[in-house]
């Protein structure tokens, strides 16, 4: 069975720029939530996706977009890059909604 | 607004040493409270989920338990291959799917 996972491991922006991080879920779970770690902080949830449409969102701007696949994989997408934004940004699968998330190993996004 | 603390944040133990890890929480009608390991760099890893109080859930050296208010996560005769920032997560009814996670507490084990 193949674990969530994440791709690039780690990503160099500037400020202004755009980002795509991408996400293959658990084999079998048709549910994928992101979220945003910052450096010593607990992960902040971001949105869900279940079977293709956005299911929950949390308090983050509109420039944080996302996408799932017919596959169940996904993507998150931020405009406009701020300092701000640099953080390890998890996705997490999970067989529906309200069951146990099952975390990959994050992509580190550094703004400069 | 669905809320969670641990404490302490930070705690060092001798290899051996005994110990509880707190985390307190407010939830609109709680669906799940889980428990997660993160090494450091690395994304969270589950443990445990626990639905109603009086609940225990016990893995290798961990026990979590959960009260209405409070969960604790037990950590017996810890080794250093124990150290991690442990982390728990609410996940409530008006909240819908998220999770809402507490800080975390940094665990290092001595040897």
């Known amino acids: 069975e193949t674990g969530v996972t994440q791709s690039p491991t780690h990503l160099i922006k500037t400020r202004g720029q755009q980002v795509t991080l991408r996400c293959s879920s658990q084999?079998?779970?048709?549910?994928v939530s992101w979220y945003q770690q910052a450096l010593g902080q607990g992960p902040q949830f971001i949105f869900q996706?279940?079977?293709?449409?956005?299911?929950g969102r949390g308090n983050f701007p509109p420039r944080f977009s996302g996408l799932q696949f017919p596959n169940y994989s996904s993507e998150l997408n931020v405009n406009a890059l701020e300092l701000d934004d640099s953080a390890l940004y998890l996705c997490?699968?999970?067989?529906?909604?309200?069951?146990?998330?099952?975390f990959g190993p994050g992509t580190r996004l550094t703004v400069l | 607004e669905d809320q969670v603390t641990q404490s302490p944040e930070a705690l060092r133990l001798q290899e051996g040493e005994s110990s509880s890890l707190n985390c307190s929480y407010t939830?609109?009608?709680?669906?799940?409270l889980f428990w997660y390991r993160q090494d450091p760099g690395k994304g969270p890893e589950f443990l445990f989920t626990?639905?109603?109080a009086g609940e225990e859930k016990e893995k290798e050296r961990l026990k979590a338990t959960l009260t209405k208010k409070e969960s604790f996560l037990h950590i017996t005769a810890p080794k250093p291959e124990d150290s991690a920032t442990y982390l728990c997560?609410?996940?409530?009814?008006?909240?819908?799917?998220?999770?809402?996670f507490g800080q975390g507490t940094r665990l290092t084990i001595n040897p």
């Open positions: 997490a699968s999970s067989l529906r909604a309200y069951n146990e998330q099952f």
């Open positions: 626990l639905y109603s």
């Open positions: 084999s079998g779970h048709n549910t």
């Open positions: 997560a609410v996940q409530g009814e008006s909240g819908a799917q998220k999770l809402v």
């Open positions: 939830v609109s009608g709680l669906r799940g």
């Open positions: 996706y279940y079977r293709e449409e956005e299911n």
